[in-house]
DNA sequence: TTTACTGTACCGGCTGGACGGTTTAGTGGT
DNA sequence: ACCACTAAACCGTCCAGCCGGTACAGTAAA
């Protein structure tokens, strides 16, 4: 599908070399097509973000859904380890190209109200949840700016204290 | 001071409109100035961006140092939820600001590891310590989007129980 | 105490270039 | 014949940075 390699492309643009640089000829170049061929699939510079932001979302609730625990919680903090130990970290590049328009931002804001909200009332500690998703937050923030903060250790120590968390 | 009205003109329009607003003109127009004065002041976009974050870094750090607590992990706490309850959050803002050039963001890595790192591992907890700074950036991305998410008796509560993990 | 000069703080019109988007003409696989 | 593009020219808009001014405060010799 050439419409995903158009997406990525303009992520990668975006996480190498900022905002500034994602421009419709330098998208098309990357992902080895021409500009036409770029606004046959997504007809303006809008739809472009718009594509990028709501694969991201999706993708992540996708992942989210597919860990097995038995909270909400818990698989939001599951998935998030996983995206950020794996190293794809396109969230920050994907929203710095939004932030042009509030209005592409819409979709995300809305994204992030619902993972900071969705069951955290069920859950057996409410405050203790609301600080792991809190925290599961921060790590995908720390991670965009500065990946070799944290090793493997690291990580598996922080995910199971964040677990510890949520059973005590 | 003209200098400070000119970047709490870019600031304001940041958050209000996105990046894609931040134009000398408009900035210019915002501080009730002519677009040779705030190039008298700033001598190109750059260096009004640059201006935008060596501020809220040199802010932060201050607020920090400002708070009376026995560590680092305890100031930079109050330090966080001080500046977000009192709703001036610019952070997310000047970030969307220099997201088109890596080189601009340079000094946000560099504080942001340094606010992740800083006398970590002399802490009675470090892993504690870690969770806690984690869910105060959090707290500032979740905040910027969303406001409303949380109202003062969530703020306070969260913060109790962010203190109480840092003396178990 | 007038004159001449210097530096600071600012104004606002102008321009060159970049970028988004359109169009047109054409290509190759199915 | 249609879909999924390519290639390239082109247009209008927008914007950063430049430049030639202006106003004013100090200062210091004559």
Chains 1, 2 share one sequence.
């Not at 905002?19 to 097509?33: H, I, K, M, P």
């Amino acid at each position: 599908m050439r419409r995903e390699g158009l997406l990525d492309a303009a992520e990668e643009l975006l996480s190498d070399q900022g905002s500034s640089a994602l421009t419709l000829a330098a998208v098309a170049e990357r992902a080895g097509c021409s500009k036409g061929g770029l606004l046959y699939h997504f007809s303006s510079k809008e739809a472009l973000i718009k594509g990028m932001v709501e694969r991201l979302i999706e993708e992540f609730d996708e992942l989210v859904a597919a860990q097995g625990h038995d909270t909400y919680t818990k698989n939001y903090l599951a998935a998030t380890f996983a995206a950020v130990r794996s190293g794809r970290i396109r969230r920050w590049a994907v929203v710095t190209g939004a932030s042009g328009n509030p209005y592409l931002l819409a979709p995300l804001r809305e994204a992030m109200a619902r993972w900071h909200r969705e069951g955290l009332d069920g859950e057996p500690d409410p405050a203790a949840a609301q600080i792991v998703r809190l925290a599961c937050e921060g790590l995908w923030d720390v991670v965009s700016h500065d990946p070799g903060l944290y090793d493997d250790s690291r990580y598996a120590e922080l995910e199971r204290r964040l677990l510890d968390l949520l059973s005590e």
